[in-house]
């Protein structure tokens, strides 16, 4: 069975830094593009971050509102993806999403269905 979980979500100041997890089991992460994103109360889902397969060289593509602020990075061999958030703000909080695609391009698609998605894990910045 494929399965994504995320963790690492919590409770974090304006200025504050998590580092969300995205776990897989099932399946190797080297061939699929993987997406991290969000959702807030009463707003639709956007796109956070996604990096490519690694046959692309891990190619990654951030939203304009969290570049310079957030990393995604994999680890093939944990079968794990991540995403460090620094200098997070009230406008970050929401709950985070991994997902999955089979990559069929060399840079991932933050716009394009995801197949496999995780349950989620809560972020709020708060003070």
């Known amino acids: 069975q494929l399965q994504l979980v995320e963790s690492g979500g919590g409770l974090v100041q304006p200025g504050g830094s998590l580092r969300l997890s995205c776990a897989a089991s099932?399946?190797?992460?080297?061939?699929?593009?993987i997406g991290w994103f969000r959702q807030a109360p009463g707003k639709d889902r956007e796109g956070v971050s996604c990096?490519?397969?690694?046959?692309?060289?891990?190619?990654?593509r951030y939203a304009d509102s969290v570049k310079g602020r957030f990393t995604i990075s994999r680890d093939n061999a944990k079968r794990t993806v991540y995403l460090q958030m620094n200098s997070l703000k009230p406008e970050d909080t929401a709950v985070y999403y991994c997902?999955?695609?089979?990559?069929?391009?060399?840079?991932?698609?933050?716009?394009?269905?995801?197949?496999?998605w995780g349950q989620g894990t809560q972020v709020t910045v708060s003070s």
């Open positions: 997902a999955a695609y089979l990559s069929a391009q060399p840079m991932c698609d933050m716009i394009r269905p995801y197949y496999y």
């Open positions: 099932g399946f190797t992460l080297d061939r699929y593009a």
């Open positions: 990096i490519s397969d690694s046959r692309s060289a891990g190619n990654t």
